[in-house]
């Protein structure tokens, strides 16, 4: 199974296009979004997560998403009601079961989807606990102290919840995003962690 996993267009439609094509090139089964679809600043958000997720769609790949700390909840409804969202859920494509959970740890800039720690680990633990197949671990918060989660500045600024989970659970394959500066590859035990950055695209083989 071959799959796109990308994030962040803050409802930069033409990114979209170009992860689509991407995904037709590669022959990909599945397109993974991280998050950040839309954006809480424009005009009609939820029009434009319709737009991006009818692009993605284009070719024909499975999409599957969960929402960012940027989207709206009318924009978590739209991944809702057309079949691609994974918040909160867990989804079976393949060999693997993908877990997801959209939003983010708390930021100091009142985003629409923040979460508290205890809350990510509590969702997410009962996620995976439903589970006994291999997981793909689908976020847009990315694990704390890690390659993925250092802004410009310097500072760490992921999820410790995600990270405990992470270590603690081993999914085969864990894809983030939130942080742009970030993006890039680490690992986590036998964890492979990708962070694909903003309309990014890493290809994945499963």
Not at 179 to 200: F, M, S, Y
């Amino acid at each position: 199974m071959i799959g796109i996993a990308t994030a962040d267009f803050h409802g930069d439609v033409e990114k979209a296009e170009q992860v689509a094509e991407k995904a037709a090139d590669e022959d990909a089964d599945v397109i993974f979004v991280a998050g950040d679809v839309s954006d809480f600043n424009l005009e009609d958000p939820a029009q434009v997560a319709e737009e991006i997720v009818d692009v993605l769609k284009e070719h024909g790949q499975e999409i599957m998403a969960v929402p960012g700390n940027c989207d709206t909840p009318e924009v978590v409804r739209v991944l809702d009601t057309s079949g691609v969202s994974v918040h909160l859920k867990v989804k079976h494509i393949g060999r693997y079961d993908v877990v997801g959970m959209g939003g983010s740890n708390p930021t100091p800039f009142d985003t629409p989807l923040e979460f508290e720690e205890d809350v990510i680990e509590s969702r997410l633990r009962e996620l995976m606990n439903s589970t006994d197949e291999p997981v793909i671990l689908l976020t847009h918060a990315p694990p704390k102290d890690t390659a993925v989660d250092k802004v410009e500045a310097g500072d760490h600024v992921g999820s410790e919840a995600i990270r405990k989970i992470v270590e603690e659970f081993q999914p085969k394959l864990h894809i983030c995003a939130h942080i742009h500066e970030a993006a890039g590859e680490d690992e986590l035990g036998n964890t492979r962690v990708i962070n694909p950055g903003p309309g990014g695209t890493v290809v994945v083989e499963l």
